[in-house]
């Protein structure tokens, strides 16, 4: 073992855990706003309206990550329709192409957890909320989305997790995450162990911020449940 | 008494495991299987190119009996660093980096690097590349000379595979590859190849490919070497090399 190796490229894995985590956020975010229309639209109760989510979810679902991020980095890259297109300044550029390949991954994910969420709200709040005179759309805001996303929010730290995982594919087009990153220091240094341990330590490091930002959430989500202290 | 039987026991075993490393042995070599011409799986998924024909010839020359395994490209030195074959039979350059790691038998082939880039593209080795975008394989020498030479103004791109990095050039994300001739040779002649040619000289051409064994384990190694000496004396390595390439790559 060289421990010295992992102290001399620290600061290049803490580059790579960096695009990392950014990539991570970036999709995470973008595929949240994907996935809460998704979800609501899959529970309407036309199956026309269903059909379109539905298919999306199975698409995304269905086919393994490493599959849609070559499909997106070299397979449109092969036409020269796309290359031609508006769209080449982002799809030539390998960060974009992950950002979108994750962004849908992670949306499909997220509609399906958001879509079980929605119906495991208890019916009797819904008509309740009715009772008082709440329009659909108003009981969907105050009552049912906000319960939703309560009720999802362990699977979704979950998907979050699994996220960061497979972030790792972005190393195979290219990226220097902290996946390919190491992955570079180890063809100079044939030292995979030291390097990708240190890797690994990262990545749980990672994984605690992120479960440590839904922590703060989840109190905040829930602080009505917390049992009142006084003034 | 029962550990000096132990050890008597085990130093008999590693003394017969030493001689019968000499007749009808068995090695097992790793290779790539991504790197065409030199080594490839095929519509069968039989692994074939020279570094396997290669291959094969020493072990008859040697009377050995070889086990091929494909193995990625980033991880071949450490999977012979840690036991999971004997040697690499992957067109790998000898480097001084890699002579820490592992002990490399006598050439059996040499290689230049040199760039490739479109045909109706400028792209000039020697001039000002500030900007540009390269790609090469990752954990190849050409990554290494392109970080040594050019790490600060251009932006490298890593490949897991050289096949990924001529899709890439295909797809207009890189001004240029620099890789090793003969498998951009090979490339270049392919219908997927046509619009790109080779720029410039070779900026490295004196690269010796050999074969890889564990640190230390000279008596494979020279057992390898003897064996290319003598493919190379009985005309068996020409055969081979006229299958792939109208020059001699000795």
Redesign the interface.
Known sequence: MRWSVILENLPQLLHGAWLTLELVLVSGVLGLAIAVPMAIVRCSRFASVRAFPWVYIYFFRGTPLLVQIFLVYYGLGQSPWVRDSLLWPVLSQAYWCAIIAFTFNTSAYTAEILRGAIQAVPEGEVEAARALGMGRVVTWRRIVLPRAFRIALPAYSNEVILMLKGSALASTITLLDLTGMARTIIARTYTPLEIFLAAGVLYVLITFLILGGFRLVERRLNRHLRPRTGH | MRIKQLIVTAALAAGLAGTAAHAGDTIRIATEGAYPPFNFIDESGEVKGFDVDIARALCEEMEADCKLVTQDW??I??GL?NGKYDAIIASMSITP??Q??VTFSAPYYSNKLQFIAPKDSDFDPTADLEGMTI?AQ??TIA??WLADNLGDSVDI????TQE?AF??L????LDAILADKYVSWEWLNSKDGSAYEFKGDPVYDDDKIAIAVQKGNTELADRFSDAIKAIREDGTYQRINEKYFPFDIY
Do not use: H
């Open positions: 980033d991880g030195i450490p660093i980096e890699r820490e790691a790609g990752r954990a990554a290494q791109k890593r490949y897991d990924n899709l890439d295909a797809s207009g994300r």
